[in-house]
């Protein structure tokens, strides 16, 4: 997730073709790990659920120093986006609302009960629960769930967001997507049939061991043809949850407002507790200003979770009172920069090898916001919570926390640059630690003679700046300032968008150094057959090591977010699978 400002993290290998992650979640080696009996405490929502209370009523009020990149399931692909997307859009199946492992397992929402899967783990068959319905009081049928999948197809209309589904499902039918589809309903994907309205079968070619982890995703919740607007779904998405999204309730750059659904029915929903009778998000480009709000309690929590600013971490950390109602997790998101290869003299693997060298491993760390607040240095690109991952695995000798200007020099030898060269770094003007994060490569670069120019874009627009490849070759665009957290709790669901060929779209694209590397890719397929944990997660590990080799990333922290929370939450818990606070579980203790 994006950067992702999200995108789902969590811990752990999923259990072959079950509903149960491998355990895992959150950890932090640098303090006491707080108290899991409900009273609030430094770190308390990692270990156990703040404040418990079913009291409902009051307004939720939520803030970001970043905008929504889009309220369409199919497109969004944030990580505070898909925890948002929890109160409106149900899925098939969903992460338990609990902290700990016991988040990362997925249960049924709108299926009544597991798949039944077949012998050959070929076919999935669900059965929707009865009575769940629309906003707007119309039922809730297995088409409705095949038509909003087939939209993940629609990449020319609908981009941005994951594109897991047409690798599984397409199976060579080359479906076009709804908008084009021949067929008279609009359903003609052939891998996904409907017997009836509340049966929806899966028919894969080959077994997939991660395929629920996909049905989870936003894109894979209902959506009912005769409201899809297309480009414009998500100025108004059909809400199948507790909260609904009125016209009007998006106003871009500024806010996002929910309110109740009248026809969300709680007996039919084992997962949200739908406290607040409103919830709403207030877009800012003040994170300063934002900090001050969640301290002075007008904010109860920053939606991004990504960490409050310098002042307010030191203001919090030196006052025991602000410090018991705040947490510092591992996020489960790696901090990063990509090395364009299409942009020269980055198609040069020595010249990407340079950047690496030359960068410094602290002063990196320090614009992240320390050891604490920032993270831990950065060594490879598979965090330490996905199975495969090995935190001494440093190819780069990052660990020792120093630029390394003798390689640095031979690396520009070997790449035909022995006096340097000039490129431009691309970062996102509304992250105030991203642009700390490439100042600081900035002055380390010149020290080696690698001249860095920092170009600021306009961070709601990633998709079609960064994410465009041919913007980014455009733009000369050749150091990316990113961050991702896992899809799903996988080396793939991290990973595969990050560095398979087949995973460059021509809008939303993650693989930021634009990999093709067929050997990787090979593997990618290896792993998705391979339902032994350990086997999979080995598989991973080499996929690790080959993006490594190829100097593709420059790893700057393993994440960790400094965050406040208002003491009037309830029911304030780290989700391990969103790596953040389950927002639809809290609830209000004054009810305002």
């Known amino acids: 997730m994006v950067s992702k400002t999200r995108v789902v993290a969590a811990a752990g290998l999923a259990v072959a073709l079950g509903f149960t992650a491998a355990c895992g979640g959150t950890s932090d080696s640098d303090s006491d790990k707080g108290s899991s009996n409900g009273k609030s405490g430094y770190n308390a929502a990692l270990t156990g659920v703040v404040n418990p209370s079913d009291k409902k009523g009051g307004t939720l009020k939520l803030m970001s120093s970043q905008d929504v990149d889009s309220m369409d399931p199919a497109r969004a692909y944030y990580a505070f986006v898909w925890n948002l997307n929890r109160l409106y859009t149900r899925k098939l199946v969903d992460y338990a609302a609990a902290p700990g492992k016991d988040g990362l397992k997925l249960v049924p929402d709108l299926a009544s009960a597991e798949p039944e899967i077949s012998a050959d783990k070929l076919t999935y068959t669900f059965k929707l629960k009865s009575g769940i319905k629309f906003d707007d009081g119309a039922p809730i049928t297995s088409k409705d769930i095949k038509y909003g999948i087939e939209r993940v197809w629609a990449a020319d209309v609908i981009s941005g967001g994951p594109v897991y589904l047409p690798g599984v499902l397409d199976q060579g039918q080359k479906y076009p ?353 391979e339902t032994d944990p350990v086997k999979a997660a080995d598989i991973y590990k080499q996929i690790n090591t080959k993006v490594m080799e190829g100097a593709y990333y420059l790893p700057f922290v393993v994440d960790k977010a400094l965050n406040y929370r208002n003491p009037r939450l309830t029911n304030v818990y780290e989700h391990s699978a969103l790596s953040m606070i389950d927002f639809q579980a809290i609830g209000l203790s004054d009810g305002k």
């Open 177 to 529: 997507g709804p908008y084009k589809d021949t067929d008279p309903d609009k359903l003609g994907l052939k891998s996904v049939t409907t017997p009836d309205d509340s049966t929806i079968v899966f028919k894969l070619a080959k077994p997939f061991s991660d395929f629920l982890y996909l049905l989870a995703m936003p894109g894979s919740g209902p959506v009912p043809k005769a409201r899809d607007t297309g480009a414009q779904y998500g100025s108004a998405p059909a809400s199948s949850g507790p909260y609904m999204l009125k016209p009007g309730a998006i106003v871009p750059g500024k806010s996002v407002s929910f309110v109740r659904n009248p026809n969300w029915d709680q007996s039919t929903d084992t997962i949200r507790k739908a406290l607040p009778d409103a919830i709403n998000l207030t877009i800012t480009t003040n994170a300063d200003d934002m900090d001050k709000r969640l301290i002075d309690g007008t904010v109860d929590l920053d939606a991004g979770q990504t960490g409050v600013q310098t002042q307010a971490r030191t203001q919090i950390l030196q006052d025991e009172k602000l410090k018991a109602n705040s947490d510092a997790p591992t996020t489960g998101f790696l901090r990063y920069a990509g090395l364009a290869t299409s942009v020269k003299p980055l198609d040069n693997i020595d010249c990407r090898k340079a950047i690496i060298y030359a960068a410094d491993p602290t002063s990196l760390q320090t614009a992240r916001g320390g050891p604490i607040a920032g993270g831990d240095i950065g060594t490879n690109m598979l965090p330490p919570n996905i199975a495969g991952s090995d935190p001494a695995y440093d190819p780069y000798n990052r660990l020792q926390g120093k630029p390394q200007p003798e390689k640095a020099k031979a690396a520009l030898e070997a790449c035909g640059k022995p006096t340097g060269f000039d490129v431009t770094i691309a970062v996102r003007n509304n992250k105030p630690a991203e642009v700390k994060s490439a100042e600081a490569l900035q002055a380390a670069l010149k020290a080696s003679n690698i001249n860095a120019k920092i170009d600021q874009y306009d961070g709601a627009q990633q998709a079609s700046i960064t994410g465009s490849p041919d913007n980014v070759k455009k733009k000369g665009y050749g150091i990316i300032i990113g961050g991702w957290g896992a899809d799903y709790p996988t080396g793939a669901g991290f990973m595969q968008p990050l560095s398979d060929s087949r995973f460059i779209p021509a809008n939303g694209n993650y693989n930021l150094p634009e990999i093709k590397d067929p050997s990787i890719d090979a593997l990618y397929d290896q792993a998705a057959g």
